[in-house]
Structure formats: structure tokens, C-alpha cells
């Protein structure tokens, strides 16, 4: 069992562990000699979002680095899809981006990349663990060896350029008037200029980060704001990324939003009928609609199920050698161009589509009627109620009920102490009152001491 590391690297309030200056420094030196391997210069790139405390675990990691003798490369705030690919470009052996995503200002996290330009192994995370654990004083560099750091001042533009190659060359969004909202994050420079450099008007919203407003009330969490912006300007589309722009929603131009899945399944199309389509399949996680499902069904696509996040989406698109894979909430893995969810390169794909078909987003973008779905989260103390019997034996009696039409899904969340319960049929009163049954079983169990 990890101490540290959730499911996707370490998350948490800022200055309270796991997310404090002491963590964040061990974690730099333990990181940093697990990744010396060879004897040349080894190196780790540094990036963060717009957080304030970003400064502080940012200072915390490059004095662990340098202490282990690996030189760091700083780039500042860039989305995490950015530290991906730079770390493969630039040949560094490690990457970091200091991000808690789409939580709110006050949370701050860690996420590393190996050289390869994916998040790192349950291996890897386990046995840097270890070394946190140890005393690492002896392994650390000699006063000589000790590392250096310097700042890559064109980092943003060698992203840019990197997110526009993804964008068909033939094509340009000159007419095409999109708002974006970054959500005072990490992308809240490189997404407008990219779209602005293929040709678009751009309206920007969410580009002012204060470091306490990241997230807040705009972006992908809160669209509120977007769709109201597409009306009101009477834009072509909206854009919401997150906090580190590695998810995306969109809004049509009669601001509406369109999910996940059905990003998923009008890229799917577009590349399946463009014979780019690798592995006759799609991976998404356990929380997608089967409308997804039906309607790849009839591309003749399987639809591959993983866990929750997208990690294990990576993990599952590399054995089945698939070249597309997200999550409902926005998370967009394009492998033919990142090793990550970038919620930039996923939204040009979408634009790219507009461009060729010429008919608007709200006719074009969806893809399939979603079966009726409900999520809700049952909150509770200890330890996780879902491993008692009474649990297990009505969760069986629920997906009996549902044999052949729908689908009950129960997990534990990754960052809270919550109980997560999903369920979809296309009777939307029979998806209620089975989610609402189980909720009652979930409130009402009590796990021993």
C-alpha cells in the first residue's frame, strides 16, 4: 500500500503533508537518484500550474534534485502535456509537474514522468517511496557534483508549436470565432496563442491567474461560465480546459455542453474513416456511457474498459496498442501525438472536423444519445465500507436487475473518503432507484472497528 502516491501522483492541501516542503524536498532526492541511471549529466524537467504554492514545493524539489546531482530545467507554468513532451524532447530522465489538476487553489500536487514522457510505474512510485522512507544522506551528490538549474525561456513555444503539428496542415480556423477558458491555470498563455496562430478569433476567459483563483468558477469544473460566453459573443465553439489542461469539455455555438464520450466517439469516427484508427479500439474507463459503447459498436470499435483515470487508460491503450483513450470528464489521450491527456491537442481535433464538415458544433459533435445515467457519493468514516457482505450481496442484486440492460458501477474515490455510485439503463426510473437503493445500503452499514 502506498503512503504517498494516489492515483494519479501525490495530492493534497498545501503545507500539510503529504504536501509540505520537508515531502516535497525527500521526494526530489529520492526521485532524482532513483533516475540516475548511466554515468552522463542526468537531468529532470521542472514545470508547475499557477498555484502560489507552487513556488514553494517548486523551490522544496529543485533543492532535493540538485542535492542528488541531477540538473533541473525549469519551463514555469505550462500544462502537463507540455512536461510530457519536453521531457521526451529534451531527453531529460525524469519529469515533474507540480499540479493538483482541476482541485481548488488551496491543494497542490506532484506528478512525475519517466524519460519516456509517461507517468511513472506502481514499480517505480513504490520504490521511490521506499527511498523516502531511508536515510539518504550518504547516496546524496559530493559538494562537486552537486546539480545545477537554469530556466528554459522557449518552453512555451516549442509547446505550441508541438500542439499545432497535431492540426492538419491543409487546414486553418480563419472565420471561426472560439472562446477559451483556461481556468487561471497553466494554460492560460499557450492555448489562446496556438488557436489564435491557426487563424481563429479568439475570446479568452479564465487567462488571469492570481494564484488563488485557479480553477475557480470557470474552467472545465464550472462551465457556467463558457457556455455563457459562446452565446454572448455568438462564437463557433467554447473551449474549457482545467487547471493543468489536461482535460477539455466543450461547448457548442448554442452553449451546450458536450462530454467526454462524445469527444471520444466523434474523434474515433473521424480517424476510424480516415484509416488512422490503430487497434479497432477505443479505451475509456468504467464511468462511460453505454451510448459509447452502442455507437462504436457500429463502427465496428471495441470499447475497452479500465479503472478510473488516466493512467490506467495509458496503460491499457499500450497493450492493445490503441491510439485514443479518455475519460467522460475530459481527460483526452491522443498517442499519435502526447503520452498524456492534453486538452488542447483533443480540441484541435474537434476544430479540425468543424473545419472539413462546415456545419455547426451543436449538429456535428454529437455523436449518440447517452443512455440516462445518475452518479452519487456516499461519504464514510474508517474504512471503506465496500468489502462487507450485505454490500457485495444487494450490489449483486442490483446488477441481476440490470443484466442485459445497464450497468452498476461502485468505486472508492482516489482522494476522498467517498463511495462513488454509478448506475445507467435506458430506463431512466430504474437507473434512480437502484442508484438510490444502494446509497441507503452504503449509509446505513457500519464497517467494525
Known amino acids: 500500500m502506498k503512503r504517498f502516491f494516489g492515483t494519479d501522483g501525490i495530492r493534497g492541501t498545501a503545507n500539510i503533508a503529504p504536501m509540505t516542503v520537508e515531502i516535497a524536498q525527500k521526494l526530489g532526492q529520492a526521485a532524482g537518484l532513483h533516475f540516475k541511471r548511466g554515468d552522463h549529466r542526468h537531468s529532470v524537467l521542472l514545470g508547475k500550474d499557477t498555484r502560489l504554492s507552487g513556488y514553494m514545493i517548486e523551490s522544496a524539489m529543485v533543492s532535493g534534485f540538485l542535492s542528488a546531482g541531477m540538473d533541473v530545467t525549469l519551463v514555469g507554468p505550462l500544462p502537463t502535456p507540455a512536461i510530457a513532451m519536453l521531457t521526451r524532447s529534451l531527453r531529460a530522465d525524469l519529469g515533474v509537474m507540480i499540479s ?62 508541438s ?25 492560460y498563455r499557450v492555448a489562446p496563442t496556438a488557436l489564435w496562430e491557426l487563424g481563429a478569433e479568439v475570446i479568452r476567459i479564465g487567462c488571469e491567474p492570481n494564484g488563488v483563483n485557479i480553477n475557480e468558477n470557470c474552467g472545465s469544473t464550472h462551465p457556467e461560465a463558457l457556455c455563457a460566453a459562446v452565446v454572448k459573443h455568438k462564437a463557433n465553439l467554447g473551449i474549457a480546459l482545467d487547471g493543468d489542461a489536461d482535460r477539455v469539455l466543450i461547448a457548442d455555438e448554442t452553449g451546450q455542453l458536450i462530454d467526454g464520450d462524445q469527444i471520444l466517439a466523434l474523434i474515433a469516427q473521424s ?19 453505454m451510448g459509447l459503447e452502442r455507437f462504436l459498436e457500429k463502427l465496428g470499435v471495441t470499447l475497452e474498459r479500465t479503472a478510473v483515470g488516466d493512467r490506467y487508460v495509458v496503460e491499457r491503450m499500450l497493450e492493445r496498442q490503441a491510439n485514443i483513450g479518455g475519460e467522460q470528464s475530459g481527460h483526452m489521450v491522443l498517442t499519435d501525438f502526447a503520452t498524456t491527456g ?108
Open 100 to 161: 493538483a489538476s482541476h482541485n481548488p487553489f488551496g491543494d497542490n500536487g506532484i506528478k512525475l514522468f519517466g524519460p519516456d514522457g509517461f507517468k511513472l510505474s506502481d514499480q517505480d512510485e513504490s520504490e521511490i517511496e521506499a527511498m523516502m522512507d531511508q536515510d539518504l544522506t550518504a547516496r546524496l551528490a559530493t559538494p562537486e557534483h552537486i546539480g545545477r538549474a537554469s530556466r528554459l525561456n522557449d518552453a512555451a513555444g516549442r509547446y505550441i508549436e
Open 163 to 187: 500542439a499545432k503539428a497535431s492540426f492538419p496542415r491543409k487546414l486553418r480556423l480563419d472565420g471561426m470565432k472560439i472562446v477559451i477558458d483556461c481556468a487561471n491555470g497553466s494554460a
Open 271 to 289: 480517424w476510424a474513416r480516415e484509416g488512422r484508427l490503430v487497434g479497432n479500439a477505443v479505451v475509456a474507463t468504467v464511468m462511460s456511457n
Open 342 to 449: 492534453d486538452g488542447l491537442i483533443a480540441a484541435l481535433q474537434i476544430l479540425a472536423v468543424l473545419v472539413q464538415d462546415g456545419r455547426p458544433a451543436s449538429e456535428v459533435c454529437r455523436m449518440f444519445q447517452p443512455f440516462p445515467q445518475k452518479l452519487k457519493n456516499v461519504r464514510y468514516r474508517g474504512a471503506c465500507p465496500l468489502d462487507l457482505d450485505e454490500v457485495k450481496k444487494r450490489q449483486a442484486d442490483v446488477e441481476r436487475r440490470l443484466a442485459g440492460r445497464g450497468r452498476l458501477v461502485l468505486r472508492k474515490s482516489g482522494t476522498e473518503p467517498l463511495v462513488r455510485v454509478m448506475a445507467e439503463a435506458e430506463d431512466a426510473d430504474l437507473v434512480d432507484e437502484v442508484v438510490d437503493q444502494m446509497c441507503d445500503v452504503l449509509e446505513q452499514v457500519r464497517v467494525p472497528a
